[in-house]
């Protein structure tokens, strides 16, 4: 019963082994999962022109982008450039992109140690407040205290002013 389970994806995978089987005796060679045609580096292919050697790509691209102030700032902040003066009126677009991201990034780890410092100190506080005695309900029942003594002392007033009749 369990191997009459297995049969339908076993025949499955056997006619897939069995067309990499073909594959391997028609070109020579293995492909992994055979997915796409291996091509012989000895044979050369007809009526398809032998590529020449690359160009040499520029430092820059031309046309660049000019920076603004803040790219300026950006760049240095990043590590690029050490002075605005070193800076080139026009830069990569991907220069710059890559240097806001470098900057973002050590915002990032700035704002993660500000709160880590942040909420040590809160920690430190609380402690200090707790071993004071002071929390937010005694501190609140206090107010509610003052609240209701400023209320008496109003409608006792308030009764004064109206018996001196």
């Known amino acids: 019963m369990i ?5 339908g994806p076993r025949r499955a995978f056997a006619a897939f082994a069995a ?5 391997v005796l028609d070109t020579g060679s293995w492909r992994r999962l055979c997915n796409k045609p291996v091509e012989s580096v000895s044979e050369p292919r007809p009526n398809v022109p032998t590529p020449a050697a690359a160009p040499v790509r520029p430092a820059y691209k031309l046309p660049g982008y000019r920076p603004t102030e803040f790219d300026k700032k950006i760049l240095i902040w990043a590590g690029r ?7 080139p009126e026009q830069v990569p677009f991907e220069m710059i992109d890559a ?4 900057v973002r990034v050590k915002a990032c780890y700035v704002m993660m140690a500000m709160t ?5 100190a809160m920690v430190i506080l609380g402690k200090r407040a707790a071993g004071r005695h002071e929390s937010l309900t005694s501190l609140n029942m206090e107010k509610k205290a003052r609240w209701r003594e400023e209320a008496q002392r109003e409608r006792e007033a308030a009764i004064a002013m109206e018996k001196p009749q």
């Open 3 to 7: 191997l009459s389970a297995f049969t």
């Open 19 to 23: 067309q990499c089987r073909r594959q």
């Open 81 to 87: 450039f050490k002075t605005k003066e070193q800076i």
């Open 99 to 102: 240097a806001r991201n470098r």
């Open 116 to 120: 880590i410092l942040s909420c040590l």
